[in-house]
C-alpha cells in the first residue's frame, strides 16, 4: 500500500499540472508559452534524472534518498501555499519533476520487498503502472478539488500527498542496503553534457507547437541539443565503467526496444492531447469529463491487473501487438466525432485506449531489464535512462506532432468550409439572420445584428474545421497504429515461425547469475 501511495504520488505530480494548466494559467495570469514552461521543466527534470538517481541510491543509501528528495519537495509544497507567482511555479515543477522519478523507484522498491522472491521484478511493473494511471485519475479528481474555484487546493493535495508518503516510510523503512563508490567524477561531465541537450530537445518538443516551428530560437536550440548529447555519448563510448553503456544501447535489439517504446507514448497520445482538445472544442470542461476519466482509470487498472496475470516470458511480442492493435481500434472508432459527440460517446473507444496503456506496460519493461540485467546489474542505470527518455520524449513528441498536424488540417478544413459560404447562398443568409436574431431584444440597429450573425457563423465554422481536423488526428492515429502493427507482427510471425524466442539468451543468462549468487 506504501509502494502504490509512492507510485501515485510521484505521478500525480505531473498529471494534476496537465489536468488543470488551463486553471493555472489563468489564476496566475500566463500566457501559453508560459504555461508551456510549466509542462517543459517538469519533464526535462524527470528525463535527466533518471539516470542519476540509481547511483545516487547505491552511494548514499535507501533513507538518504528518501529524506533527500522528500523533505525537498515538502519545503516547495509549503512555499508554493504562500507565494503564487510564476517563477515559484517554475521551480515547483521542475523539483516535482526530480521527485517523480524517485518517488517511482521508491515505489517499485516497497511493492518488491512485498512479493516472493519469484514475483519481485513484477513490483516494477506496477510501479510503473501506478505512475501511469496518475493522470486519468488526477483528471478525476481535479473537478472535486476546484469545487470552490480556488487552485490553492491543488497545492493543499499535494502537500497532504508528500506529508503521507514522510509518514508512511518513516512507518516502515526499507532494509538497508549495501552502499557502494557508485559515482565516479566524469559522471557529472557526462551529465552535464548530456542533461542540457536532453533539455533542449524537450523545451523545443513543447514550444514548437505553441510558438510554432519556424521560431528561431527553435532552430538553434536543436542545433545546440545535438552536440551536447553527442559529446556525452562519445564520452561514454570510450569509458571503462561507463554511466551510460553505448555499445549496449545502440545494439540492434536495444534501439528495436527503444523504438517501439517511444512509437506507443506518440500513438498514446490520442487520448491525453486529441480527445480531451475535441471534448473541449465541443464545450466540455472537466466537470463534464469525470465519468470519462473515470472509466478510463477503471480501464487502466484492468490492464496493468491482465497484463501482470498474463505476462509470459517465452512470449512477451504478442501483447504489445495486441495493445497496439487496440489502440488502433480505438482511434478509430473516434475518427467520425461530431458536434453532438459527449464524453458518454468515447467511453468504449477511451476504455479501450486506456487498457492497452496498461497492457503493453509489463511486457516491455520485462524486455528491458531482462536485456540489462543479462549484461550486468550496472546496465540498469542504461535502461532506466532508455526508458525514461523514450516514455518522456515519445510522449512530448506525440503530443507536438498529433498538435501540429490538427493545426495544419484545421486551417485547411477552415478555407474549404469559408470557400462553400456566399453571400447569395439563400441558406446561408437564413443563417445569419437566425444567428444575429438572438440579439434583437439588445439590439435594435439590423446591419449590426447581421454582422453579429455573421460572427457567430464564423466561430461555428471554426468550431466544425477543429472536430474535422481532430478526426483527421484520430483516422492519422489509425493508420500509424496499423503500420506499426504490421512491423511488430512481421517481427513476431517470424519468430513464431522458427520457434524463437527472442529473449532466450538473456533469460538464460540471468538464470545463471542467480544461480551463482545463491
Known amino acids: 500500500m506504501i509502494g502504490i501511495l509512492l507510485g501515485l504520488t510521484g505521478g500525480f505530480s505531473n498529471s494534476l499540472l496537465l489536468a488543470n494548466l488551463p486553471q493555472i494559467q489563468g489564476s496566475l495570469g500566463l500566457t501559453p508559452v508560459e504555461g508551456g514552461w510549466l509542462t517543459a521543466i517538469s519533464s526535462m527534470t524527470s528525463v535527466c534524472m ?46 516535482a519533476g526530480i521527485v517523480a522519478s524517485a518517488l517511482t523507484t521508491l515505489c517499485f522498491m516497497y511493492i518488491m520487498q512485498a512479493l ?59 532494509p538497508p542496503s549495501e552502499r557502494t563508490q557508485a559515482f565516479e567524477r566524469i559522471d557529472f561531465l557526462t551529465f552535464a553534457l548530456f542533461a542540457p541537450g536532453v533539455a533542449l530537445l524537450c523545451a523545443v518538443l513543447v514550444q514548437g507547437r505553441i510558438q510554432w516551428w519556424s521560431t528561431p530560437w527553435l532552430g538553434y536550440a ?7 548529447i553527442g559529446v556525452a555519448l562519445l564520452i561514454e563510448h570510450n569509458r571503462a565503467n561507463p ?9 540492434r535489439n536495444i534501439v528495436r ?32 469529463l469525470v465519468t470519462l476519466n473515470l472509466v478510463m482509470t477503471l480501464a487502466s487498472v484492468a490492464g496493468l491487473i491482465v497484463s501482470l496475470m498474463t505476462l509470459d516470458m517465452k512470449d512477451l511480442y504478442k501483447p504489445v501487438l495486441i495493445a497496439v492493435a487496440l489502440i488502433g481500434i480505438g482511434a478509430w472508432l473516434d475518427s467520425d466525432s461530431t458536434n453532438l459527440t459527449r464524453p458518454s460517446s468515447l467511453y468504449v473507444s477511451q476504455g479501450i485506449i486506456a487498457f492497452a496503456a496498461l497492457y503493453f506496460l509489463g511486457p516491455m519493461v520485462m524486455i528491458g531489464i531482462f536485456r540489462a540485467l543479462a549484461r550486468g ?17 515519445g510522449g512530448l513528441a506525440g503530443t507536438a ?59 461555428q465554422v471554426t468550431r466544425e474545421a477543429n472536430i474535422l481536423a481532430y478526426n483527421d488526428v484520430f483516422l492519422g492515429v489509425a493508420i500509424l497504429s496499423g503500420f506499426v502493427l504490421l512491423w511488430l507482427g512481421a517481427l513476431w510471425l517470424r519468430f513464431r515461425i522458427r520457434g524463437v524466442n527472442p529473449l532466450a539468451a538473456d533469460l538464460a543468462a540471468v538464470q545463471r547469475m542467480r544461480q551463482q549468487q545463491s
Request: proline share 3%.
Open 377 to 393: 546489474p550496472n546496465h540498469i542505470v542504461s535502461f532506466s535512462a532508455i526508458f525514461g527518455i523514450t516514455q518522456t520524449l
Open 116 to 174: 516472493p522472491a519469484a514475483a519481485r521484478l513484477s513490483g516494477m511493473i506496477i510501479g510503473f503502472g501506478a505512475s501511469q494511471i496518475a493522470l486519468p485519475l488526477a483528471r478525476t479528481l481535479s473537478p472535486l478539488l476546484l469545487a470552490d474555484g480556488r487552485i490553492e487546493a491543488l497545492f493543499v493535495f499535494e502537500l497532504g500527498l508528500t506529508l503521507m508518503c514522510l509518514g508512511s516510510v518513516a512507518l516502515l523503512r526499507l
Open 401 to 459: 506532432l498529433l498538435g501540429s498536424f490538427q493545426i495544419v488540417r484545421e486551417k485547411y478544413h477552415g478555407f474549404e468550409l469559408v470557400q462553400s459560404l456566399t453571400a447569395t447562398d439563400p441558406q446561408v443568409v437564413q443563417r445569419i439572420q437566425q444567428l444575429g436574431g438572438a440579439y434583437a431584444r439588445v439590439q435594435g440597429d439590423a446591419v449590426l445584428r447581421q454582422a453579429s450573425g455573421a460572427g457567430l457563423l464564423g466561430q
Open 50 to 95: 533518471s539516470m542519476l538517481l540509481i547511483k545516487f541510491r547505491q552511494q548514499f543509501g535507501l533513507q538518504r534518498f528518501t529524506r533527500v528528495f522528500l523533505v525537498a519537495f515538502l519545503i516547495l509544497n509549503v512555499l508554493q501555499l504562500f507565494v503564487h507567482s510564476y517563477g515559484v511555479q517554475l521551480v515547483v515543477r521542475g523539483a
Open 243 to 251: 554511466l551510460l553503456n553505448t555499445r549496449w544501447m545502440l545494439g
Open 222 to 228: 536543436t542545433a545546440a541539443a545535438i552536440p551536447l
Open 257 to 288: 526496444f527503444a523504438v517501439v517504446a517511444a512509437s506507443l507514448r506518440i500513438l498514446l497520445s490520442e487520448q491525453t492531447y486529441g480527445t480531451i482538445g475535441l471534448l473541449t472544442v465541443v464545450g466540455m470542461g472537466n466537470d463534464q
